[in-house]
């Protein structure tokens, strides 16, 4: 009797040990997926806190030369505003992805299987996301076709971050990148010759 129970416990344990084997990359990558989502959701609603506290505008960022006609000739990028928004913007994703450590998500076992039906059944596996290295900040503009003779020049921040996502006992690193619009202009006429392109600069967090 006692070899019949021995037996099954060494089986059932084997079962365990497989379907974790199986099941634990799978639940890492949808935990991976879930905690990039969020901390995409976190950067994007830092900066867009920071653009609405500091009621940025396109003049603030770039200013425009004209001549005795009224015709831009020249275009320059005002860099000491654009370090000084992307050193607040910096600390406020750094905050953002801080307190995002803080909080725990679950994911219940049925998502494994991929069955909208299940997704939300089964036991219930902690997540943990925790922001590691540094918080990267690139200023970056595209000029677009807006019409006849117009065109519209955009400014946007790229964000990058790395985040490790742990499900005990096992963890993965996950870079999350974001291009956020920051402001924009139509441009009429021309655009001028000479522009002074925004420099490639990057902050970096602490």
């Given at each position: ?21 199986i ?12 905690a990039v989502?969020m901390a995409?959701?976190?950067i994007?609603?830092?900066?867009r ?28 990028a ?5 370090n ?16 995002l450590?803080?909080?725990t998500f ?5 998502q ?7 997704a939300n059944?089964g ?7 925790i922001?590691v ?5 690139g200023?970056d503009d595209?000029f ?10 955009r ?5 990058s ?11 993965t690193v996950?870079?999350v ?25 990057f902050k970096?967090?602490?």
């Amino acid at each position: 009797m006692l070899w019949v129970l021995a037996a099954f416990f060494l089986a059932l344990g084997g079962l365990f040990y497989w379907a974790d084997r199986i099941l634990r990359p799978t639940i890492l990558k949808i935990a991976e997926a879930q905690a990039v989502h969020m901390a995409t959701e976190a950067i994007n609603q830092a900066v867009r806190q920071e653009i609405k506290e500091s009621n940025l505008q396109y003049d603030d960022l770039v200013r425009l030369h004209k001549d005795s006609q009224g015709h831009i000739v020249l275009m320059q990028a005002d860099t000491v505003k654009i370090n000084g928004f992307m050193a607040e913007v910096t600390l406020d994703v750094q905050r953002a992805l801080q307190e995002l450590a803080q909080k725990t998500f679950r994911i219940p076992l049925g998502q494994v299987t991929g069955s909208q039906l299940l997704a939300n059944y089964g036991p219930r596996i902690s997540v943990t996301v925790i922001p590691v290295g540094t918080v990267r900040v690139g200023v970056d503009d595209r000029f677009e076709q807006a019409g006849i003779n117009q065109t519209r020049h955009r400014i946007y921040l790229d964000l990058s971050a790395e985040v490790r996502i742990v499900v005990p006992p096992q963890s993965t690193v996950a870079l999350v990148t974001e291009k956020v619009p920051l402001v924009e202009s139509i441009i009429v006429g021309q655009v001028p010759g000479t522009f002074v392109q925004f420099p490639p600069l990057f902050k970096e967090s602490p």
